[in-house]
Nanobody, 124 residues
Framework: QVQLVESGGGLVQAGGSLRLSCAASGRTLSTYAMAWFRQAVGEEREFVAAFSVSGDMTFYSDSVKGRFTISKDNTNDTVYLQMNSLKPEDTAMYYC?????????????????WGQGTQVTVSS
């Protein structure tokens, strides 16, 4: 069973930075595509960034491209999301996910395993 545990969320001022971490169980990073999604209150879950299953390709939503960076440490089975130049509209619960996407990397249904989430709040 895959387990994903996020950490690193918090309250930050606009323009600030945060780094989220996702500790994965077992050999998750070498078996599944890894991604981050977010969900703001009253909104649908939104794709943020992802690694392909092979781990050699990254994908970003247009809203975070150039500001956020997804990275991973295979030795420690951890995925990171470095978030810079944060904006109030980045405020959301951020989820680490794992799965084997087929048709798309960008849809929540493409991923099987979800963490509990970590809250990011950006004040203006």
């Amino acid at each position: 069973q895959v387990q994903l545990v996020e950490s690193g969320g918090g309250l930050v001022q606009a323009g600030g930075s945060l780094r989220l971490s996702c500790a994965a169980s077992g050999r998750t990073l070498s078996t599944y595509a890894m991604a981050w999604f977010r969900q703001a209150v009253g909104e649908e879950r939104e794709f943020v960034a992802a690694f392909s299953v092979s781990g050699d390709m990254t994908f970003y939503s247009d809203s975070v491209k150039g500001r956020f960076t997804i990275s991973k440490d295979n030795t420690n089975d951890t995925v990171y999301l470095q978030m810079n130049s944060l904006k109030p509209e980045d405020t959301a619960m951020y989820y680490c996910v794992a799965g084997r996407p087929r048709a798309t990397m960008y849809a929540p249904y493409a991923y099987t395993y979800w963490g509990q989430g970590t809250q990011v709040t950006v004040s203006s």
